[in-house]
C-alpha cells in the first residue's frame, strides 16, 4: 500500500483531503495533552479561547463535575487558571487526582478544533508519542495529513521538525506519497540533525520557553516514542470535543 502524506504547516491553510489528521503544537499543548493522559487524566475538553474554557468548566462544575482548567496565553497560565501548559508541572500535579481537564491555549488547541471540522479521526501528536500516534492514524485509510499548529498563525520551525519525523518514521513503516509540505517538514527535521532538543531550543518559541525557565519542558517534549497514549477527538455528549483514549 501506498500512503499518501501531506504536512499543512501553518492553521491559516485550507486543509486538503485525509483520511485522519495528527495535530502537532510541540510547545507545549500536545505534549502536554500526552502527559495528562499518560499521568492518568480521562477526560480533556480542548477550546479555542479562555473565555469558553472558563464557560466550560462552569457549566461542567454546575453539572456536578470537577475538571481543572490548564493552558496558556503567550505561554503562561491565564489568570484563574489551575495549571499553566507545562507538561512537567502536571505530572507534577497528578492528573489521576482530578481526570477531567478543560484546555485553552494559543495555538494547539485551536488547530485541533479546526482539523476536527474535517470530520475525519484527529488525534494530538508530539515527539513523545510519535511512532503510536502514527500507527493508530495508518489503521484509518490510505492518506495522511499532518497539521502543524505553528506559532500566531505563522510557520513554526519546532512544529515543521515534528512533523519531519513522522514523515521519515512513516516512510520506514510503507511506501508513501509525498506532498510538498511533508517534504519540506521532512528536509527541516534531517537537516537539523534529528537532533530534536536542538532544533526546538533554536526555534522561536523555544527561546521563548527557556527565556521563561521552562527548559526542563523543552527537554520533555524533545524526548521520543516514550509514550503510547494515542488520545482521539470525539463529539461530546454535551456538545463540543472531548479527546479520550478508547
Not at 479546526?114 to 502514527?134: D, T, Y
Not at 521519515?168 to 528536509?187: F, K, P, S, T
Not at 522561536?204 to 520557553?209: E, Q, S
Request: aromatic share 4%; net charge negative.
Amino acid at each position: 500500500m501506498t500512503v499518501k502524506a501531506d504536512v499543512v504547516l501553518s492553521p491559516e491553510e485550507i486543509l486538503p483531503e485525509a483520511d485522519s489528521w495528527l495535530v502537532i503544537d510541540i510547545l507545549r499543548a500536545t505534549t502536554t495533552m500526552c502527559v495528562f493522559f499518560d499521568g492518568g487524566g480521562e477526560i480533556l475538553r480542548p477550546c479555542r479561547s479562555v473565555e469558553e474554557a472558563f464557560l466550560l468548566r462552569d457549566r461542567l462544575a454546575a453539572e456536578g463535575r470537577n475538571p481543572f482548567l490548564m493552558g496558556e496565553r503567550n505561554a503562561l497560565p491565564p489568570v484563574g487558571f489551575d495549571l499553566g501548559n507545562s507538561p512537567l508541572e502536571l505530572l507534577e500535579y497528578g492528573p489521576s487526582r482530578r481526570p477531567e481537564a478543560v484546555m485553552a491555549t494559543t495555538n494547539g488547541t485551536r488547530a485541533l478544533l479546526k482539523a476536527a471540522a474535517s470530520g475525519k479521526p484527529v488525534r494530538p501528536v508530539c515527539a513523545r508519542n510519535a511512532s503510536a500516534a502514527l500507527d493508530a492514524s495508518l489503521k484509518d485509510g490510505e492518506s495522511v495529513g499532518i497539521l502543524c499548529a505553528g506559532l500566531h498563525g505563522r510557520v513554526a520551525l519546532d512544529d515543521t521538525a515534528c512533523a519531519g519525523l513522522l514523515v521519515e518514521l512513516l516512510l520506514r513503516r510503507c511506501d508513501a506519497e509525498l506532498q510538498d509540505g511533508a517534504v519540506m517538514a521532512l528536509d527541516i527535521w534531517r537537516s537539523g540533525g534529528r537532533d530534536m532538543a536542538a532544533i526546538l531550543r533554536r526555534s522561536v518559541h523555544g527561546r521563548r520557553i527557556l527565556a521563561l525557565g521552562f527548559e526542563g519542558d523543552l527537554v520533555c517534549a524533545a524526548e521520543t516514542d516514550v509514550s503510547r497514549s494515542v488520545p482521539m477527538l470525539e463529539e461530546a455528549e454535551t456538545g463540543g470535543s472531548v479527546l479520550r483514549i478508547r
